[in-house]
């Protein structure tokens, strides 16, 4: 039972969202035992007793005043400080992680890692390596939870979300949907199974293999991506070479990073952001592609900028 409770810390967050979270409940405990506390003995100790006459004097001091603002103002910003630093970890994953893909469906997750390699439910990590997940939906909200590596993420249709972790432990560890998706919700579910890289490296040889990159360039060149974007000075859609991870300007002026969630946008809802010196007139390609599909296309879309930096 003390298992659900206190689960086991199997990721590197573990050990640091374990310490914050703790304190955070005593932290909190104390504080609400405390005021509460001396809310019932001054009720107690100040009530009203016949024929005792108690004139309410108003106290003001300067000193009482600075103490009880300043102190748990540097506390509050302290506690945010710790939790800002943390999040900021948790969003941002490190270069060169293991990237595997994740979609979402009533009630099954399917995954496919980089080699190509499909499994439904269970998910198949190495230990010691920072894992990237890239994650959407194909119809609800749904939320994509390891307790063990003290990671969850909603899983939103039509927009791509990530998590990340390093796992520290070899193990099996239970993984949910966290976001209640209709009758079967509580079924939404497998095993993390953290192997040794050797083992995971074998496990992946298993299965078929046309990884992301390769089938999204295939797709790239048959559903006509590739006569826009063919990277020729006069195309009519921007080189893709090299645009993920780049500062677009758009014809707005404003400015984006180009990453997973804005290469989805940019093949879903062209309209929404257009780049500057181009005109709006890519297709929408929301009803042509499934999620798979778009998660294919940004796989290749993304190898383009790998190829380029490794010149
Ligand atoms: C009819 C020509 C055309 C076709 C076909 C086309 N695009 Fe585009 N694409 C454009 C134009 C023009 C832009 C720039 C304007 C904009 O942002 O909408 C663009 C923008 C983009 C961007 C954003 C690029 C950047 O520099 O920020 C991506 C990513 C993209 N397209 C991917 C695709 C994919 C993937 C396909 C195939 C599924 C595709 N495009 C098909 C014309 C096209
Ligand atoms: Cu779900």
Not at 69 to 85: C, E, K, Q, R, Y
Not at 121 to 136: A, E, F, S, W, Y
Not at 233 to 245: D, E
Not at 280 to 303: C, G, R, W
Request: overall charge negative; hydrophobic content about 40%.
């Amino acid at each position: 039972m003390l298992k659900y409770i206190f689960p086991e810390q199997a990721s590197t967050f573990a050990t640091r969202v374990d310490p914050m979270y703790y304190f955070l409940v005593i932290f909190s405990a104390l504080v609400c035992v405390g005021i509460g506390g001396l809310i019932i003995y001054f009720a107690v100790r100040y009530r009203k007793i016949e024929g005792e006459n108690r004139p309410s004097k108003a106290l003001h001091s300067i000193a009482l005043e600075l103490t009880w603002t300043v102190i748990p103002g540097i506390g509050g910003i302290a506690i945010f400080a710790w939790g800002a630093l943390l999040y900021n970890d948790f969003a941002n994953a490190p270069e060169g992680a293991l990237e595997i893909d994740v979609v979402g469906k009533q009630w099954m997750w399917k995954v496919q890692h980089a080699n190509g390699m499909r499994e439904v439910n269970d998910l198949h990590v190495p230990v010691g390596r920072p894992v990237k997940i890239t994650m959407t939906s194909q119809d609800v909200l749904h939320d994509y939870y390891i307790p063990a590596f003290r990671v969850k993420h909603d899983v939103v249709p039509g927009k791509f979300t990530s998590i990340w972790f390093e796992a520290t432990k070899t193990g099996e560890y239970h993984l949910f949907c966290a976001e209640y998706c209709g009758t079967e919700h509580s079924l939404m579910g497998g095993t993390v199974y953290v192997m040794e890289p050797e083992d995971y490296a074998q496990w992946l040889e298993g299965g078929p293999k046309t990884s992301p990159q390769e089938s999204g360039q295939f797709l790239f060149e048959q559903r006509g991506c590739v006569t826009c974007h063919s990277g020729a000075s006069g195309a009519r859609g921007p080189n893709l070479m090299g645009v993920y991870g780049s500062t677009v300007t758009l014809g707005s002026g404003d400015e984006v990073v180009a990453d997973e969630e804005y290469l989805r946008e940019s093949i879903m809802q062209p309209a929404l952001r257009v780049v500057d010196g181009f005109s709006p007139l890519m297709p929408s390609f929301s009803n042509q592609l499934t999620e798979e599909d778009v998660m294919d296309l940004v796989a290749y879309i993304k190898s383009l900028s790998a190829e380029e930096g490794a010149e």
